[in-house]
């Protein structure tokens, strides 16, 4: 395969347009990296709800890859009034102020209504059992102080690259935070979004 | 009735004037008791997360050391034994395991949307898992589809009887993927959509639990699979696109040895994927 047109005879023009092209998509990639590379930080992403931009709307838990979705209820006891009326817990207009499932708003009875003293009530969320729908969460920030919010559980959150419920979320209400804070603890107030 | 109304309407106009007041998060309607019997706050329950925060590095280490593998077995041992048997390993643990995310294929879309937003930040395990297989396609050709790469694998695995598609069917279906991964580019810019990873057609496979379309996407895809060697791969996946042109200027790549070709030609019939076409005579070129 000796050619003696060209001085070096392992190259080929197949071999050099080759090189070319190499060295020229070496450089483009090298050139997205160190665009890319200012732009870069230290730690994962996960996906969390800024409970300050929800609107409840229900999505969280039709709108989860898992069956089961990975958005609960949380509450911040130390933002509760732990009012006897709770709005979150009842209907707005209870026939009475009884614990009885025609009076309570969830649906799936996640809410464990616990006495405290008089007049107080403690409210505590059944994970197991909630599904994140939203609608106490609802009646509390409408009518009361706000303690019951959604978030995003990072033991169940399988971290989908792209979340189904951000792709849904009306509100804009999700956003991804470093890993290091992967909670919002609403009591403390606005987190900073992102980074 | 109306004093209802006017309890109603006094209730909204308190309500306002709070939301204007105290941004809205901020209000106590019913301020926090003061408990006589000294009954402790319980703590805000926070869950840890599901793989602990290093876990990132381990996935690059993974990645690469599969990387690496797939070269060896794929251009020194030449044994496509290995490299299945590397394929079910990365199924297991990039698929099963990992449940699917961050992937190569949909590390497109975060570089993507870094360099078009600037309000979002890239971690670093994501630009490893996206160059990774780029430079290693650059040198040894896509070792990533071939070994590492848990929806090839899961396709690989469930291929019984390759058909060959005919050369015009397949040139036409192979530009697809050019096609979505200029529009996940698109999508991702404007920071509107994922679609790589919201219709990643096996990742529900992986979970065992996802949204029924995809799943059903994913179904169809792993029927064909058992006659069309890797559907998904050939003719849709955007990241195998970006690879394959890396692939074509490879410095070093799995080659026919030419001085040892006896130019029998059973290898065009016999690759599932359709990857050998016929050799051009000096006449056809």
Redesign the interface.
């Known amino acids: 395969m000796s050619d003696d047109r060209t001085a070096n005879p392992a190259l080929t023009r197949r071999g050099f347009l080759?090189?070319i092209?190499?060295g020229l998509?070496?450089v483009g990639?090298a050139g997205?990296?160190v665009?890319?590379?200012g732009?870069?930080?230290?730690?994962?992403?996960?996906w969390q709800i800024d409970?300050?931009k929800c609107i409840q709307c229900g999505n969280c838990r039709t709108a989860c890859?898992?069956?089961d979705s990975a958005v609960k209820c949380?509450?911040?006891?130390?933002?509760?009034?732990?009012?006897d009326l709770c709005t979150g817990f009842f209907h707005p207009e209870p026939n009475r102020l009884e614990t009885g499932a025609e009076n309570q708003l969830c649906p799936a009875g996640a809410i464990i209504r616990r006495f405290?003293?008089e007049p107080?009530f403690?409210y505590?969320?059944d994970?197991l059992l909630c599904t994140g729908c939203g609608i106490c969460v609802k009646g509390c920030t409408d009518?009361?102080?706000?303690s019951l919010y959604l978030q995003v559980?990072?033991?169940?959150?399988?971290?989908?690259?792209?979340c189904?419920i951000a792709?849904q979320c009306p509100s804009d209400a999700f956003m991804?935070v470093p890993?290091?804070r992967?909670?919002v603890?609403?009591h403390l107030?606005?987190q900073k979004?992102?980074? | 009735m109306s004093s209802r109304r006017r309890v109603v309407l006094v209730a909204m106009a308190l309500l306002a004037a709070a939301v204007c007041a105290a941004d809205?998060?901020?209000?106590?309607?019913?301020?926090?008791?003061d408990?006589?019997?000294g009954?402790q706050?319980?703590e805000?329950?926070?869950?840890?997360?599901?793989l602990p925060?290093w876990m990132?590095r381990v996935h690059v280490a993974a990645l690469a050391t599969g990387l690496a593998l797939s070269t060896w077995f794929s251009l020194r041992l030449r044994s496509r034994t290995a490299i299945r048997w590397l394929a079910v390993a990365s199924l297991v643990y990039f698929g099963f395991y990992l449940?699917?995310?961050?992937?190569p294929i949909?590390?497109i879309?975060?570089?993507t949307l870094?360099?078009a937003d600037a309000?979002?930040?890239?971690?670093?395990?994501?630009?490893f898992i996206f160059?990774l297989p780029?430079?290693f396609a650059?040198l040894f050709g896509r070792v990533f589809c071939s070994g590492v790469c848990p929806l090839g694998a899961i396709q690989d695995l469930v291929l019984i009887r390759p058909l060959r598609v005919p050369l015009w069917l397949q040139s036409v279906l192979g530009l697809v993927p050019f096609v979505y991964l200029g529009a996940a580019i698109l999508m991702a810019a404007t920071d509107s959509?994922?679609i790589v990873?919201?219709w990643d057609p096996f990742?529900?496979f992986f979970?065992l639990?996802?949204?029924l379309p995809v799943m059903i996407l994913g179904g169809v895809l792993l029927i064909v699979s058992t006659f069309v060697g890797r559907p998904y791969c050939r003719f849709l996946c955007p990241y195998g696109a970006l690879l394959g042109?890396?692939s074509?200027?490879?410095?070093k790549h799995v080659t026919i040895t030419p001085d040892e070709c006896v130019n029998c030609r059973l290898c065009e019939d016999a690759c599932p994927f359709g990857a050998i076409r016929p050799a051009t005579t000096e006449e056809d070129a």
Request: charged residues 20%; proline residues 7%.
């Open positions: 080759g090189g092209a190499r998509l070496g990639v997205v990296g665009a890319a590379a732009r870069v930080r230290a730690k994962d992403d996960l409970p300050f890859v898992l069956e949380v509450h911040d006891f130390a933002m509760c009034g732990y009012c405290v003293e107080y403690e505590h969320i994970e009518y009361g102080n706000g559980r990072q033991d169940r959150c399988l971290n989908c690259n792209q189904a792709a991804r890993a290091d992967p909670y603890v609403k107030g606005r979004e992102g980074g | 809205a998060w901020a209000i106590e309607r019913f301020p926090p008791p408990f006589y019997s009954h706050l319980p805000l329950d926070q869950r840890p997360l599901r925060p990132d449940g699917g995310c961050v992937c949909g590390s879309q975060n570089v870094a360099l309000d979002y930040t890239l971690p670093v395990s994501v630009v160059a780029v430079v650059l959509f994922f990873c919201r990742v529900g979970r639990d996802g949204n042109l890396c074509r200027v490879a410095w």
